[in-house]
């Protein structure tokens, strides 16, 4: 796939859309010693925080990729085209726990240009991210009662806002 470095400032997605309906792959650990772990995420944003631009992203503690979020300082999202909807599929319904859902998927790991965590060959969109913030869903702190029903299991999500270090995409993704 051929990415070139896009700075935060010209970034182009859609808000909602890259999130809801086309999903990114999270991954986080360490490309180097090969300990890291992949899963398809749907709730997020991009945005600024203390004058940085970041990303944030929510992680169920029982996720296997919650222990390498709690490991690691780094984490990449990467956004994939359409022709992966299965791999996507495959990352967010099997756990790295028991298989190599990463190879299963067809996604060939690569090292990240700032951070050990890495991105995939075949990503259309690769945002490089230092962990900087994390916070716990407290249910007391849902406004709108319907909320708690996402959370059956009682497995509030854990809040992680990444400081963005690199971006590298194909020209779609880019206003100029
Ligand atoms: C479209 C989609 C979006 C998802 N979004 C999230 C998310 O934002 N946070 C989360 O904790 N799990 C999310 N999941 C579930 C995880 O991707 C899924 O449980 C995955 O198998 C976890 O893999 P792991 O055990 O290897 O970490 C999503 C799944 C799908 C299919």
Redesign the pocket.
């Known amino acids: 796939m051929k990415r070139k470095p896009i700075p935060f400032s010209e970034l182009l997605i859609q808000a909602h859309t890259i999130w809801s309906r086309q ?1 990114l792959v999270l991954t986080c650990g360490d490309f180097v010693s090969s300990k890291f ?1 992949s ?6 944003s991009f945005g600024t925080m203390w004058n940085v631009p970041m990303a944030q ?4 503690p029982t ?3 919650y222990q390498f979020m709690e490991q690691y300082g780094t984490f990449t999202l990467c956004a994939l085209g359409k022709k992966y909807r299965d791999s ?2 495959i ?7 028991d298989r190599d ?1 990463i190879s299963e998927a067809g996604l060939t790991p690569i090292p990240s240009s700032k951070v050990a965590a890495p991105g995939f060959a075949q990503a259309q969109l690769i945002v490089e991210l230092k962990k900087i913030y994390w916070d716990d869903f407290k249910p007391g702190h849902f406004l709108d009662p319907s909320i708690e029903k996402q959370y059956p299991l009682k497995d509030y ?1 854990r809040m992680y806002f990444g400081e963005v270090l690199a971006i590298s995409g194909t020209e779609s993704y880019s206003i100029i």
Request: with cysteine.
């Open positions: 999903w772990n899963m398809t995420v749907g709730w997020g992203v929510v992680v169920r996720r296997y990729t996507l599929k990352l967010g319904s099997c756990s790295g726990r859902k999500h």
